[in-house]
C-alpha cells in the first residue's frame, strides 16, 4: 500500500451498475467494523441510492472520500456488491485503481467470466467472489447469496400480485364468496421458499415442487402442498446443498409431469438455477398454452436465460393471454434489506478475515480458499483454474 495506517481501512465506493441501489455497508454496521480495528472510509454518494446520506455514515464514524480513486488508494480492503465481473463493462475502469496486496470483495461472477479473472490476477490484488461461500454452518452468516434469494422470493410475489387479475386471499363478502389464487413455486430453495411463505401470506392456495425430495418438510411446514413428481433422478443436490444440473432427457419427463399442475395455476414463479450454468428450461410454450388467461409467470432466473423458454430477460412479455415476467437485480428494489442483510454478511466474511489481527488471508481455511479468486498474482481458485485450463493448485 501506498503508506503505513495504524488501522486498516475498508473501502466502500459507489456502485457503477446500471440501476444498482445496493450499498456494501450500510451506517449501522460502521461501529462493528471499528470494532475489529477496520477504519471505514465511504466514497461520496455511496450510500444515496438506498437512503443513507453521507451525514449519516459520518454520525457512525465513517470518513467520507470524495472520489474513487482517493477511495483505493487509502483502502487495504473494498468491499463492493457487484465487483468487475458482475460488473464487466461499467466496471472496467476499476482495474487501473487495484493495488497490490489490496483486498477485493464482492460479487465476481468468476465461473461465467474466467477469462476476466485472469486479467485480474496480474495486478496483485486478493480477490474474494462472495458468491462461493461455501454452504457450511460456520459460514451460515456469510451467505450473501441466501440473503439476496431471500428478498428475491418475497418480492416476485408481490410483482406476481400486481400483475394478476385476481386477488390471492379467499374472501367472504357481502357480493359473494371470492375464491382464493392459486399459486405454484418451482424450485424450494430459498426464494423459493420466501416465495412460498409470502404467498401463503397474503392468502392464496400453494403447491411447490423441487428436484430434492428433501425439502417437502421445510415445504409442507410453510402450509404449502409438495407436488411429487414420480422421478427417478439418484442424488439431485451437490455438496454445497444446490440442485445439480440434470440431463434434458430428465427435464423433458419434468415439464410432461409439471403441465397438469400449471394448468391449474393462477399464478407460477420459478427460481431454478445452476451456478455459473445457463438455467435450465423447466417451462415450454405449450405449458404456457395450458394456462388459463390472465395467469402469470415470473422467473426468477431470468438473469441465467430463464426457466421459461418464452421469458424475455428484463421484460414482461404476453403470451396467449400469460402474462411472463423476467425481472432482472430483484434485489435492488428492495435496496435498504437487501443492503442491511448484505453489509452484515460481509461483515461476518471480514471478521473471520481479519480474526488474527491482519489482513493476510489463512489459505488453509476451507471459507477463505473456496472464495479466494486471485493471489500474489495468479488465479488461486480451483474452479476457475479448472475453467481457464490451468492446473489444478496443491493443496
Known amino acids: 500500500m501506498a503508506e503505513e495506517k495504524e488501522q486498516a481501512a475498508v473501502g ?47 454520525d457512525k464514524g465513517a470518513h467520507i472520500v470524495p472520489n474513487r480513486e482517493q477511495l483505493f488508494q487509502s483502502c487495504d480492503i473494498i468491499l463492493q456488491v457487484r465487483a468487475i465481473g458482475a460488473n464487466a463493462e461499467a466496471g472496467k475502469p476499476d482495474l487501473r485503481l487495484f493495488q497490490s496486496g489490496q483486498i477485493i470483495m ?27 461461500i461455501p454452504r457450511i454452518t460456520r459460514a451460515q452468516g456469510m451467505d450473501t447469496l441466501s440473503s439476496m434469494a431471500t428478498v428475491a422470493g418475497y418480492k416476485a410475489v408481490l410483482l406476481a400480485a400486481e400483475a394478476s387479475r385476481k386477488m390471492f386471499p379467499l374472501l367472504m363478502t357481502a357480493a359473494g364468496t371470492v375464491s382464493p389464487a392459486h399459486v405454484f413455486v418451482i424450485g424450494a430453495g430459498v426464494a423459493g421458499l420466501q416465495a412460498i411463505a409470502t404467498a401463503r401470506r397474503l392468502g392464496a392456495v400453494v403447491q411447490a415442487y423441487d428436484i430434492r425430495p428433501a425439502v417437502r418438510e421445510q415445504v409442507e411446514s410453510l402450509g404449502a402442498k409438495f407436488v411429487k413428481l414420480e422421478l427417478e433422478i439418484g442424488d439431485a443436490e451437490d455438496k454445497g446443498g444446490y440442485a445439480k444440473a440434470m440431463g434434458e432427457e430428465f427435464y423433458q419427463r419434468q415439464r410432461e409431469l409439471m403441465a397438469s399442475v400449471m394448468s391449474q395455476s393462477d399464478v407460477v414463479i420459478t427460481t431454478a438455477s445452476v451456478p455459473g450454468k445457463k438455467a435450465p428450461v423447466l417451462i415450454t410454450g405449450d405449458m404456457v398454452k395450458s394456462m388459463s388467461h390472465g395467469s402469470v409467470i415470473v422467473d426468477l432466473a431470468a438473469e441465467m436465460g430463464g426457466n421459461c423458454e418464452l421469458t424475455k430477460p428484463g421484460h414482461t412479455v404476453e403470451v396467449d393471454g400469460v402474462k411472463i415476467l423476467g425481472p432482472l437485480n430483484l434485489p435492488s428494489t428492495v435496496s435498504y434489506h437487501a443492503s442491511q442483510m448484505y453489509s452484515r454478511n460481509l461483515l461476518s466474511f471480514v471478521r473471520h478475515l481479519v480474526q488474527n489481527g491482519g489482513t493476510q488471508p489463512n489459505l488453509e481455511d476451507e471459507i477463505i480458499r473456496e472464495t479466494m479468486l486471485t493471489h500474489k498474482g495468479e488465479v488461486v481458485n480451483q474452479q476457475v483454474r479448472k475453467l481457464l485450463g490451468l492446473k489444478e493448485i496443491a493443496q
Not at 456502485?15 to 472510509?41: M, Q
Not at 465461473?111 to 467472489?129: C, H, K, N, R, Y
Open 106 to 132: 464482492g460479487y465476481f461472477e468468476p465461473l461465467s467470466v474466467p477469462a476476466l479473472i485472469q486479467e485480474i490476477a496480474p495486478l496483485g490484488a486478493t480477490t474474494f467472489a462472495v458468491e462461493l
Open 12 to 58: 466502500i465506493p459507489r456502485e457503477l451498475y446500471p440501476e444498482e441501489r445496493r450499498v456494501a455497508v450500510i451506517p449501522e454496521t460502521v461501529p462493528l467494523f471499528a470494532k475489529e480495528g477496520l477504519r471505514v472510509s465511504v466514497e461520496a454518494g455511496a450510500g444515496m441510492p438506498c437512503g443513507f446520506p453521507d451525514q449519516t455514515y459520518v
